[in-house]
C-alpha cells in the first residue's frame, strides 16, 4: 500500500518524543552515526537520538543517506573517480 | 587517497604551516569537491533543467563553501568519527541545500499557502476507505482531532509550515529560505505541532498504537 502524507504524518506524530535534538546536533553527530554503523551495525542503540530526528526529519535523512553512501564506498575503496562523477554529473 | 590519514595527521597537517598545510587543504579540497559532485549525482533530478556547465560550477562552489566550514570548525571535530567521514558531511549538506533550492527556486510558496481556513488541504488525496466498516468511522474521529488541533492550537505560521512540509511536500531547506529562518527554528515549529497533536490524543482517551494501525 502506498503510504499517504496523512499516513506518513500520523506515524510521526505517534513517534514523537517529548524532547528531540535539532538539525545541528544531528549534523553534529551524523558521521558519529554513519561510522558506527558501519563498524559496529548499532548506531541505533548507541545514538538512538539521532535515529529518532533521521526518522522524522526528510532534509536530515536524505543527508545522512548520501553521507552513508560515500562512506561505505571509501572503506571499501571503491570511491568514484572525481571524471567519473562529472560525467555523470553532465548527464 | 582518503583515509591514508589517520584522523590526527589531518589535524596536524592542516593546523601546521607550510607544505604539509599546502599538500593537506589541496587534498581536503579534493575530498570536499568529491563529496559534492557525488551528491548532486545522486540528485540529478533536482538539477534537470540546470546547464551542464553550471553543474560543474555549483559542485565547485559547494565544495569551496564547505572548505571554509571545515576549516571553521576544525576545533570542533573530535575524533569520534574518521575525519573523512566528519568532513564529507559540510559538503553534503551544502549540496543537498543548493540542488533542493535550485529545484525549487520557480516555484511560488504564495501558490501552495493555507487556503480559507477549511484545512481541506489536510485530507485531500486520502482513501479512508478499508473493508473494515468502523475503522473509517475511527479513523475520521482521528482526523476531526487532529483538525481541531490544527485549527485551534497552531498558529498561522505553524499551520503553514506543517502544510508546506509534511502534506505539500516541500523540502525543509526550500521553507526555512523563504521564511528568512534557519532548520533548527523550523524543525522545532513542527516538533511542537506534532507533540500538541499527540498530547491531545492521548488527552482524548486514545491509543497511539491503535491509531497508528487505523491508517497502516
Keep these: 500500500m502506498v503510504k499517504t502524507n496523512l499516513t506518513k504524518f500520523v506515524r510521526r506524530v505517534h513517534d514523537t518524543r517529548d524532547t528531540e535534538i535539532s538539525c545541528s546536533v544531528c549534523l553534529d553527530l551524523v558521521s558519529q552515526y554513519v561510522d558506527l554503523e558501519i563498524s559496529t551495525g548499532d548506531a541505533a542503540g548507541k545514538l538512538p537520538q539521532v535515529k529518532q530526528h533521521l526518522d522524522q526529519c526528510q532534509v536530515c535523512s536524505e543527508e545522512y543517506q548520501v553521507l552513508r553512501q560515500l562512506a561505505v564506498l571509501e572503506a571499501e575503496q571503491r570511491l568514484p573517480i572525481d571524471e567519473e562523477l562529472i560525467n555523470q554529473l553532465k548527464k | ?216
Design chain 2, 1 to 216: 587517497m582518503p583515509g591514508t590519514r589517520s584522523n590526527q595527521e589531518w589535524l596536524d597537517a592542516l593546523s601546521n604551516q607550510g607544505i604539509q598545510q599546502e599538500i593537506a587543504l589541496e587534498e581536503l579540497r579534493r575530498l570536499l569537491l568529491r563529496a559534492a559532485l557525488f551528491t548532486l549525482v545522486t540528485h540529478l533530478a533536482d538539477l534537470h533543467e540546470m546547464p551542464e556547465e553550471e553543474r560543474l560550477a555549483l559542485a565547485e562552489e559547494c565544495a569551496q563553501e564547505a572548505m571554509m566550514t571545515v576549516l571553521v570548525r576544525l576545533g570542533d571535530f573530535r575524533g569520534d568519527s574518521k575525519f573523512t567521514t566528519w568532513a564529507y558531511k559540510f559538503g553534503i549538506n551544502i549540496a543537498l541545500s543548493r540542488a533542493r533550492r535550485w529545484r525549487w527556486k520557480q516555484v511560488s510558496l504564495d501558490d501552495l499557502a493555507d487556503d480559507d481556513g477549511t484545512l481541506n488541504w489536510f485530507q485531500r488525496d486520502e482513501r479512508l476507505q478499508t473493508a473494515d466498516s468502523e475503522q473509517p468511522v475511527r479513523q475520521r474521529e482521528v482526523v476531526e482531532v487532529i483538525r481541531e488541533v490544527l485549527r485551534t492550537q497552531l498558529t498561522a505560521r505553524q499551520r503553514q509550515t506543517l502544510k508546506l512540509i509534511a502534506f505539500d511536500n516541500v523540502p525543509m531547506d526550500v521553507v526555512v529560505q523563504r521564511l528568512d529562518s534557519n532548520r533548527n527554528a523550523v524543525y522545532k515549529l513542527l516538533h511542537d505541532a506534532r507533540l500538541k497533536i499527540k498530547q491531545q490524543l492521548v488527552r482524548r482517551g486514545y491509543d497511539l498504537a491503535e491509531v497508528m494501525d487505523l491508517f497502516q
